[in-house]
């Protein structure tokens, strides 16, 4: 496709779902052509109460070497019981068991960089000012 003058930029702050899925469409089939591991899989690991409430998790996916942590988090109250080092080691086994050979995650300063480097992260990046005058550190962790 090459650009002509009868093509205009449309600047919104309202992203609908099917611009989200066209460009995301577009960016797949693109992807998906060059990728060696076309495979991802999600890996969810979840501490319920009686009533199935979560009080705790860990979302993430695999996808060829990678394990790549999404989501983090611990229910205030559960905070300091070793919760998020038990959901963080298994889903490290669970990577290992899927054949990764390394984690990726980040985390912003008010959260857990402190906790990510007591269990072996390494910090490869830090973007600082984000979103204002925070920061968000980049971790990595070889799993072999």
């Known amino acids: 496709m090459e650009y002509q003058n009868t093509v205009h930029f449309r600047i919104t702050d309202k992203i609908e779902e099917h611009d989200r899925a066209e460009i995301y469409a577009g960016l797949l089939e693109y992807n998906m052509e060059r990728l060696e591991d076309k495979n991802p899989r999600e890996v969810g690991i979840f501490l319920e109460d009686a009533e199935g409430k979560k009080t705790a998790g860990l979302i993430g996916e695999t996808h060829g070497n990678w394990l790549m942590i999404k989501f983090l988090w611990v229910d205030t109250l559960l905070r300091g019981q070793n919760i998020g080092r038990r959901l963080l080691n298994q889903a490290e086994d669970t990577a290992?068991?899927?054949?990764?050979?390394?984690?990726?995650?980040?985390?912003?300063?008010?959260?857990?960089?402190?906790?990510?480097?007591?269990?072996?992260?390494?910090?490869?990046?830090?973007?600082?000012?984000?979103?204002?005058?925070?920061?968000?550190?980049?971790?990595?962790?070889?799993?072999?």
């Open 96 to 144: 290992r068991e899927r054949g990764c050979k390394y984690v990726f995650l980040d985390t912003f300063s008010f959260q857990a960089p402190d906790f990510y480097k007591k269990l072996g992260y390494e910090e490869v990046f830090l973007l600082e000012n984000y979103p204002l005058t925070g920061k968000r550190h980049y971790f990595t962790k070889n799993l072999l």
